[in-house]
């Protein structure tokens, strides 16, 4: 087991009608600015529970808040939270806006001339030193914000990853219930959302640490049983709650900690999504099942391992036990109505060469746990996913 | 799934060689009490690396804290902490220690006018509004005390359990490396606590919780795979490790979130080491497969579950694969050292009455998550573990 942190201070208020409760988690002086997205919240009636739960509060709202969250954006709520005198941020929706809020969390207390300088890598954990409190009211599965420190912000077409351990959330709500609303397509994006940050860390090199290996392989295995039926019956209470709370397990530093970790899914995956807008979660069904079989070797005993325990495969032959295993993955995800081939997207395939200048040009040349994933296997890996 | 809070705001700091870092993680105008127990981190020299860390800063001593440390004897150290200004508790030690100085760390600043008062069942987490911050360096994987706000507290030959979230360890430093001298038996020890406080919160009524139920699988897994290797190969590196990681999840609220827990097993072995002096552990082993063989029954679904998964028995009749997953859990406890039966410690038969009083004297007459295991329930189960 490699050497690690672990620290997680975000308290977990999980369960039905618990939305009441936010009057006794924030403080009763707060001047509290509510964040949203595109309104949904304001139309499934949760944006009326939070604002009738916050009482006799100060309370201002923002929505608007885009997928892929964008600076410009997130600097007028910053104006508005000054302006405002707002000293707490509540965060309503998925991860987008818990994403968005996190960013404006740090901006609001940032004291350097130029906010910009938020978004550059490593610059939020070590020159932010103060932020406002913020707490998430959590409405979609799928991206972990609600239990990390973690936010993607875009700005002038690019996405940087921000991170600082004084925007975990205070507390986050889970209430599987208000998640009921979702569309089949946002709930299935998550499930695949959740199982591939947990493979990220999971199948990776191998270094003996049995905890972290049986919790990711426990999240995939559930994800597998109540994927299709939280899809198709999203009012099973029960599925739901299983999907939520994995998907925020999935990516809280649990089963990250103490092995490799590598990534390289979502990094190619974000040049889809910049360059083509397919949906993240659809991206990584793309690429997933591909580099898997182009990396077979480099991931032997994961793969084996992920064969073995996640589906149970006791072929004997290794190799066609991983296979097996890899066509499970991709038939599981298109079984939650996710197309697995970059072709199924209305992409031609001489657009592959742009998507490799494209990661070239943001130096995505080194990939994985073992930085080895060069360009050329980039492209052979789209390829085969075309 | 039912509703639940989940909250560990810990720091983990796991891994070879980090005894150093204590300089970085405490305040550098601490004013520190380091307390250590019976004084084996003076033999290994843990505490010579522990007091060199802490370099410059105001350093005093306490040692002495027993094995179920005594009021008495923590009232001691809230005497010298107050008289010396102390504003940081570093334990240095297992359980005990870790207990202790969480007392202690309420003690500190209570206000009321008599500290016996803090020992009251609920009294803590009500009336105590600060504490002095902890830390802890744990030299001895089992109780989890050092990732929870729990402790176990003895006075007047009773046991006191105190918690409060102002007691969280604010970090908890985990070098598997310096639990290697630790004698066999308390090795053998530590797994069975762990073993235990996972299947009081997994062994029980269904709610179809699947993280919690399949990462208590992960970690009763692993510490059969690694049970007896690491009590055998004590400098075994990756062992230690997968126990002292699987010993701080099994009790940091993580798989206890949203299940029915039992805990009759502890509570029943409480009174054997109150009244014979056996190893809080030991008792454990004693008490468990036979309370489980009595409550078959009543846990029947649970322990098909955990027949399947933890122990791969596919045999298909239902209560011969239980009672196969029972025998096969009392065969890995001897195997570790750790005799099962009450008559192995010397005790006779007639003294199972005495424990069913003093079980009645304080209270436990309807134990277990469905509260039905009554004093005559608890007599079948210590004559069947004679």
Redesign the interface.
Known sequence: ????????????????D?ISELDKLIDSNAKVLVLYGQGSVKRTGVLDKVIAALGERKVVQFGGIEPNPTYTTLMKAVEIAKAEGIDFLLAVGGGSVMDGTKFIAMAISYQGKNSEDLLKPGFASKHVIHAIPLATVATLPATGSEMNSFGVISHKAAKYSVSSPLVFPQFSLLDPSITFTLPPIQVANGVVDAFVHTVEQYVTQPV????Q???A???L??LI??GKQTVDHPTDY?AR??LV??AS?ALNG?IG??VSQDWATHLIGHELTAMFGIDHAQTLAIVLPSLWRVRKENKHAKLLQYARRVWDINEQDESTAIDLAIDRTQEFFESLGIKTKLSNYGIERDKIDDVIDALNANGMTALSETRDLGLDVSKEILNLAY
């Open positions: 087991m490699n050497n690690f942190n672990f620290y997680n201070p975000t308290k977990i208020i999980f369960g039905k618990r003996d640490a049995r905890f290996d049986r919790t392989e426990g999240i295995k559930t049983e109540i029960d709650a299983n709370w994995c397990n649990l900690a103490g």
